[in-house]
């Protein structure tokens, strides 16, 4: 009996071993609705932050600045969570920002943001997005067709036109918050 009892204890130590090296997503999202970028283009990120903006700070209201050698916009930060907090925390920031889908503007962190907690939303034109699986920020100019994802956080809003938004491709783009 005991050397039965010492093989399953063996098998057991093994698939937690083997299982502990898969990576597995760290929490299941609704499947969203809004159109994702392809693996091919998507940087690699290192991991999540472990510290962020000190929760004594007030997020919500902030002013963020994305300036390019030929305009920028301005955005509010709507609401308080762990993955605002995170972004926040990531300023000053340069980062390129691209087309995508003819629905948004696009840029991709340098990691991936601790979003654990933070809420999902059914983004509007005008919003700031964080998307998780692909770890990218969204500009949304048009949402038709887009609705609630678990995996789109609202970081804020903005109120630049396409054409705005547009004057930010092409080159560095500077992410600083506004005193």
């Known amino acids: 009996m005991p050397s039965r009892l010492h093989a399953f204890a063996g098998v057991a130590l093994l698939t937690c071993v083997i299982t502990a090296c898969v990576p597995t997503p760290a929490a299941p999202h609704e499947a969203s609705p809004a159109p994702t970028p392809s693996t091919s283009h998507v940087p690699a990120r290192e991991t999540p932050a472990t510290t962020a903006v000190p929760e004594q700070e007030q997020v919500a209201g902030t002013v963020v600045r994305f300036a390019s050698d030929r305009t920028s916009v301005d955005v509010t930060i709507g609401e308080d969570s762990p993955g605002v907090r995170d972004f926040l925390s990531l300023l000053p920031l340069e980062l390129t920002i691209e087309e995508f889908a003819g629905a948004e503007k696009i840029a991709y962190l340098p ?21 998780t699986p692909w770890g990218n920020l969204g500009f949304y100019y048009d949402t038709t067709g887009v609705g609630y994802s678990d995996a789109t956080l609202h970081i804020g809003t903005y109120t630049a036109t396409e054409e705005q938004l547009s004057l930010l491709e092409g080159g560095p783009v500077s992410i600083t918050v506004v005193d």
Do not use: H
């Open 111 to 131: 990691r991936e943001l601790n979003y654990e907690g933070s809420p999902g939303s059914d983004p509007e034109d005008g919003d700031l997005i964080y998307f």
